[in-house]
């Protein structure tokens, strides 16, 4: 459990499950080692109350926890809505510094000190070496992979 997160022993653990779909999934959840809540940008099923519950059990089942908002990514979903480009881009980081508050304020309201130690967005990840490698990765299987960028548009659709 991070240092700066303290539940007491009466405090009861959220009613979550989780259900790991591949190998390396079944392998990295029983390791308990780190969890990456994405918290999508325009989802009203991310409330306040949902965020601190999600919180509240996350921190008390992992070792490491963050919170990631897609913010950069909001700006293709909205330009695939119609919106012109900066339109898009004012409305995405609107909403996502929408996101990061209510997730502050949700980790502040449980007890966690320096919340902002546990957000992610997209700026986090341009400075990420590991994450720019894998995204790298990733765009070349798309192009080169038909069946790879079905899947990835069905996904999305």
């Not at 109350?49 to 950069?72: C, I, N, Q, Y």
């Not at 980790?107 to 986090?124: F, H, K, M």
Request: net charge positive; charged share 25%.
């Amino acid at each position: 459990m991070p240092e700066s997160f303290s539940a007491s022993a009466s405090e009861a653990v959220e009613p979550f499950s989780a259900r790991p779909l591949t190998v390396r999934c079944q392998a990295a959840f029983a390791d308990r080692g780190h969890a990456c809540l994405g918290i999508s940008p325009f989802n009203s099923h991310f409330s306040a109350e949902r965020v601190a519950s999600l919180a509240r059990w996350a921190l008390g089942t992992f070792e490491r926890v963050h919170f990631f908002v897609p913010d950069t990514a909001a700006v293709h979903t909205l330009r695939a809505l119609g919106y012109a480009p900066d339109r898009a881009a004012w409305k995405a980081r609107r909403q996502g510094q929408y996101v990061r508050n209510k997730i502050t304020r949700a980790l502040s309201g449980i007890g966690v000190s320096e919340p902002e130690r546990y957000l992610l967005d997209g700026q986090a990840l341009t400075e990420n070496a590991a994450y720019g490698q894998l995204l790298e990765l990733v765009e070349r299987r798309y192009r080169e992979d038909q069946a790879f960028a079905r899947a990835c548009l069905e996904a999305s659709a």
